[in-house]
Each structure stands twice: as C-alpha cells, then as structure tokens.
C-alpha cells in the first residue's frame, strides 16, 4: 500500500510523540479559557443587569467591571510564576478576559458622543483609562504588601 509520503517526500504524516502531547496540552489551556471566559462573562453581565446603563448617563457597570478586572489583573501578575500552568490561562485569559469589556467600553463612549454627550464621554475615556492604570498598579503593590 502507497502513502502520501512514498508520492512525495517532503510530506510526513507521523507525528512525533512531543506533538502528541503539546496537543493535549493545547486542548487544557482551550478548555479552561473556555469555562474561564464563561464564568467571567457571566459575572459581567451579572453586574450589567445591578447596574443598568441609561442613554447619555455616566456607564458605571462597564467602568466598574474593567476597574475591578484591571486590579485583579496586577493581583494575578504577581501569583501567575508560581501558580499551576493553567492558572493564567483559566483565570486572566478565560475570567478576567471574560469579565473585563473593553469593546463595550469603546461603544458606550461612540454612544455619548452620538448623542451629544461629548464632554460625558470624554470623561468616560480619560477617567477609565486612568482608572485601568491605577488599578493594575495598586493590584500589584498591594499584593506583593501582603504577600
């Protein structure tokens, strides 16, 4: 019986036992990115429905979430180098990726400007992007305080 690489020579189909098992490694990290991101998703939309968004009102639920997402992500930063492998994928990528939504943010702030609300939606912006700097900070240095 003939194979592909008996017809040509630069084609191998076996695949080498590390590649075997960095697959299954792959399949791990999708899969708790997966239920991380769920989870966190879950969690936002938890918060969007206690606090609601009206037109041309400040969006407290999306600068909260991305507040609160930010610090918890300078809290992982300083337990990511000696957490189990799957821990950052899981709970950054999957959670915090999740949970955060900086997209949402971007469309909230296009909304207050369509609506005249410029001087609202530039406060919107400068004040998340400051809030999301400090945050991250203060979730490192408070950890690695108490740790």
Same mark, same amino acid.
């Given at each position: 019986?003939?194979?592909?690489?008996d017809?040509?020579?630069?084609v191998?189909?076996r695949?080498?036992?590390?590649l075997?098992? @960095?697959?299954?490694?792959?399949?791990? *990290? /999708?899969?708790? /990115?997966?239920?991380g991101?769920g !989870?966190?998703? $879950?969690?936002?939309?938890?918060?969007?429905?206690?606090?609601?968004?009206?037109?041309?009102?400040?969006?407290?639920?999306?600068?909260?979430?991305?507040?609160?997402g930010?610090? !918890? &992500?300078?809290?992982?930063?300083?337990?990511?180098?000696?957490?189990?492998?799957?821990?950052r994928?899981?709970?950054?990528?999957? /959670? @915090?990726?999740?949970?955060?939504?900086?997209?949402?943010?971007a469309?909230?702030?296009?909304? $207050? !400007?369509?609506?005249?609300?410029?001087? $609202?939606?530039?406060?919107?912006?400068?004040?998340?992007?400051?809030?999301?700097? &400090?945050?991250?900070?203060?979730?490192?240095v *408070?950890?690695?305080?108490?740790?």
């Amino acid at each position: 019986m003939m194979s592909v690489s008996d017809i040509d020579p630069d084609v191998d189909l076996r695949v080498p036992a590390q590649l075997k098992e @960095l697959a299954g490694h792959h399949v791990q *990290v /999708i899969a708790v /990115i997966a239920v991380g991101g769920g !989870l966190g998703a $879950l969690a936002r939309y938890g918060l969007a429905q206690a606090m609601p968004t009206y037109p041309g009102r400040f969006p407290w639920a999306t600068f909260v979430t991305n507040g609160a997402g930010c610090f !918890l &992500i300078g809290v992982l930063m300083v337990f990511v180098p000696r957490a189990h492998r799957l821990v950052r994928p899981f709970v950054g990528v999957g /959670i @915090l990726g999740g949970f955060t939504t900086f997209s949402t943010y971007a469309v909230e702030f296009d909304g $207050l !400007l369509r609506t005249g609300h410029v001087g $609202l939606g530039f406060a919107y912006l400068a004040g998340t992007l400051a809030t999301a700097t &400090i945050a991250v900070t203060l979730g490192v240095v *408070v950890t690695r305080a108490l740790r």
